[in-house]
T-cell receptor
Framework: DAGVIQSPRHEVTEMGQEVTLRCKPI?????LFWYRQTMMRGLELLIY????????DSGMPEDRFSAKMPNASFSTLKIQPSEPRDSAVYFC?????????????FGEGSRLTVL | AQSVTQPDIHITVSEGASLELRCNYS??????LFWYVQSPGQGLQLLLK??????LVQGIKGFEAEFKRSQSSFNLRKPSVHWSDAAEYFC????????????FGAGTRLFVKA
């Protein structure tokens, strides 16, 4: 069974450009999470969805960040315009709904470098 | 709000020696607790979890963890470390309704020397 699939694995862009990161969760999982990992701040929860509905986006740094989940099998995280401080590894994770194990299944991450 | 503290940024142990990684949490109710491992360039993988019941939980790769409510701790242990255990280890606490929000500690990087 395929795990969480993220694309692109690596992205290098220039400041001011739009960046779109993509995620396909595990089929049947109801919750999807976007995390950002940096050396300075560790793993930060940006936003999470349950049944395609955003539940908590309090971790989204600012209005330049937006996330969507148009259906159960796809989510995007968009940064527009991008800035050098957005450089990080962005992870998507999916999980069965509360009442099951709560275990998160992570993708391999998208490493973003903004020059 | 829930939070997780991992007081050790990095730890070095000799291969074959025992290991204990510390984790303290803050949460108002009975927590859901997890340990994850991250190898370089990879996503995180669940080692073990605690929801209720026996406070000593067994995980994959020979790891175990003990939940101590009185100390708000959930320390990870392994009796004999292998070189392949070198990685970063994250303690996490989960809570919430309408979904499942998991907050991670800062991580402890484990180095294994021959």
């Amino acid at each position: 069974d395929a795990g969480v699939i993220q694309s692109p694995r690596h992205e290098v862009t220039e400041m001011g450009q739009e960046v779109t990161l993509r995620c396909k969760p595990i089929s049947g999982h109801n919750s999807l999470f976007w995390y950002r990992q940096t050396m300075m701040r560790g793993l930060e929860l940006l936003i999470y969805f349950n049944n395609n509905v955003p539940i908590d986006d309090s971790g989204m740094p600012e209005d330049r960040f937006s996330a969507k989940m148009p259906n159960a099998s796809f989510s995007t995280l968009k940064i527009q315009p991008s800035e050098p401080r957005d450089s990080a590894v962005y992870f998507c994770a999916s999980s069965l709904e509360l009442g099951n194990t709560g275990e998160l299944f992570f993708g391999e991450g998208s490493r973003l470098t903004v020059l | 709000a829930q939070s997780v503290t991992q007081p050790d940024i990095h730890i070095t142990v000799s291969e074959g020696a025992s290991l204990e990684l510390r984790c303290n949490y803050s949460y108002g109710a009975t927590p859901y607790l997890f340990w994850y491992v991250q190898s370089p360039g990879q996503g995180l993988q669940l080692l073990l979890k605690y929801f209720s019941g026996d406070t000593l939980v067994q995980g994959i790769k020979g790891f175990e963890a003990e939940f101590k409510r009185s100390q708000s701790s959930f320390n990870l242990r392994k009796p004999s470390v292998h070189w392949s255990d070198a990685a970063e280890y994250f303690c996490a606490v989960g809570a919430g309704t309408g979904g499942f929000k998991t907050i991670f500690g800062a991580g402890t990087r484990l180095f294994v020397k021959a």
